[in-house]
């Protein structure tokens, strides 16, 4: 008789958090964090709120960073050398190959302003409703990825090339002025954005993360494409825009490393390996009375 290839993480449903009355009678207690700890389904407005708050503590503390120009260029500059010294300092070139193409730098500029938020809401939007098992842990990737990113941004001040002394960079945005330019120096907006908040780039951080886990959990080929592709062409975008430099894009890759060991090691398993799909939350245990 031939194998039966089963997939129970796709087709079965978690009796986990399912609890009967001979389970409370005879199990042993749970210890404190097991119920933070076993998946479960997501709920909307817990969800929707710890998005607004995260993003709210995100926002403030990288802003709240010192503004040490002279630090950032500093580093920048050390970064630039280093590069140059391993043959990789190709920023530049691709940024005045595509400032000349009017479209295509266009195109890009309102891809770095926009797609960086319309597409990770899009994908948690998706884990949400199409895999509500997988949801908190993948959820966890990302906000762990962030909150290490805060480190960089408040201790690392640096220049994005856009904004170096001495060198002739294309602030693409500026030049054409679109919606990206809003964050560019000089601007209204630049007193509430810090300008030099640029080590580690989440653009990569975040667009791997979303690249990742349509790449692994998507069914249809041309999604799991579009994710494989989508960090390497967010990854041309911020050097064409002369935003992050290539090695600020390996520091997003590293937090982002740092996000899936928290997950692993909270959930017990990779967060793509956890079961689809699980049980509503089991109701309060009640401890048995005295009679």
């Not at 995100?58 to 050390?78: E, F, K, L």
């Not at 530049?92 to 809401?121: D, E, K, P, Q």
């Not at 809003?182 to 007193?191: N, V, Y």
Request: overall charge positive; glycine content about 6%; proline content about 7%.
């Amino acid at each position: 008789m031939g194998a039966t290839s089963v997939r129970p993480e796709e087709e079965r449903v978690d009796t986990a958090g399912l609890v009967t009355d001979r389970d409370q009678e005879t199990a042993a207690p749970a210890r404190p964090l097991d119920s933070l700890r076993t998946p479960r389904r997501p709920r909307l407005w817990f969800e929707l709120l710890l998005i607004a708050v995260s993003y709210g503590v995100y926002s403030v503390i990288r802003n709240a960073a010192p503004t040490r120009v002279d630090q950032a260029q500093s580093h920048a500059r050390w970064i630039w050398d280093f590069q140059d010294s391993i043959g990789l300092a190709f920023e530049r070139s691709v940024n005045h190959a595509v400032a000349g193409v009017t479209w295509l730098i266009v195109s890009m500029n309102y891809y770095y302003a926009t797609l960086h938020f319309v597409v990770t809401i899009a994908v948690l939007v998706w884990l949400f409703h199409s895999h509500p098992g997988r949801y908190g842990a993948t959820r966890t990737v990302l906000f762990a990825t962030t909150a290490v990113a805060l480190i960089g941004y408040y201790f690392y001040p640096l220049a994005p090339p856009r904004l170096m002394e001495g060198m002739d960079f294309i602030d693409t945005a500026s030049v054409h002025h679109t919606w990206g330019s809003l964050s560019a120096e000089g601007t209204k907006m630049a007193s509430v954005s810090n300008q030099y908040a640029a080590m580690p780039s989440m653009h990569i951080g975040w667009s791997l993360w979303c690249g990742l886990t349509l790449a692994v959990l998507a069914r249809p080929w041309w999604l799991k494409l579009l994710g494989a592709l989508y960090p390497a062409l967010t990854l041309l975008v911020i050097v064409a825009t002369a935003n992050p430099f290539w090695l600020d894009a390996v520091g997003g890759m590293i937090c982002l490393a740092f996000g899936y060991l928290v997950a692993r090691l909270w959930y017990g398993r990779l967060c793509y390996r956890l079961p689809r799909r699980v049980a509503d939350a089991p109701p309060p245990r009640r401890r048995p009375q005295l009679s």
